[in-house]
């Protein structure tokens, strides 16, 4: 599966080069979805749903169908890249997180003592 989330990283990639998106927006917004994880400051429960409602691909289609709706290429360069995240984050084993913890997640359990 790992590798299939890799491709589709590549894909991403390859679909945000063609739409022309900017790179250095890429750069700036790569990471920006993982700033959900700040929501583990107000307890695992908070911390998986916010986590979860910015690494799901419903969110990343709504984005999408937003920009598309909306006629606004800005917002589907955005949507192209939280797509690139989250198949890059799927590629390396993160998956959606349970509210048990951080480590846990749909992909199985994360980190060193998994």
Request: aromatic letters at 10%.
């Given at each position: 599966m790992k590798l299939e989330y890799a491709?589709?990283?590549?894909?991403?990639?390859?679909?945000?080069?063609?739409?022309?998106?900017?790179?250095?927006?890429?750069?700036l917004l790569i990471l920006a979805p993982d700033l959900s994880?700040?929501?583990?400051?107000?307890?695992?429960?908070?911390?998986a749903w916010c986590y979860n409602i910015a690494h799901t691909w419903l969110t990343a289609l709504a984005v999408l169908l937003t920009g598309w709706l909306g006629d606004s290429?800005?917002?589907?360069?955005?949507?192209?890249?939280?797509?690139?995240?989250?198949?890059i984050d799927r590629a390396m084993g993160y998956?959606?997180?349970h509210e048990s913890g951080f480590k846990d997640t749909?992909?199985?359990?994360?980190?060193?003592?998994?």
């Open positions: 491709a589709l990283s590549v894909a991403a990639l390859i679909a945000y080069h063609q739409f022309s998106g900017n790179w250095w927006l890429f750069a994880m700040l929501g583990y400051l107000a307890g695992p429960r908070v911390g290429d800005s917002t589907i360069a955005v949507a192209l890249i939280l797509v690139a995240h989250i198949c998956g959606l997180k749909h992909l199985g359990r994360i980190g060193r003592d998994s």
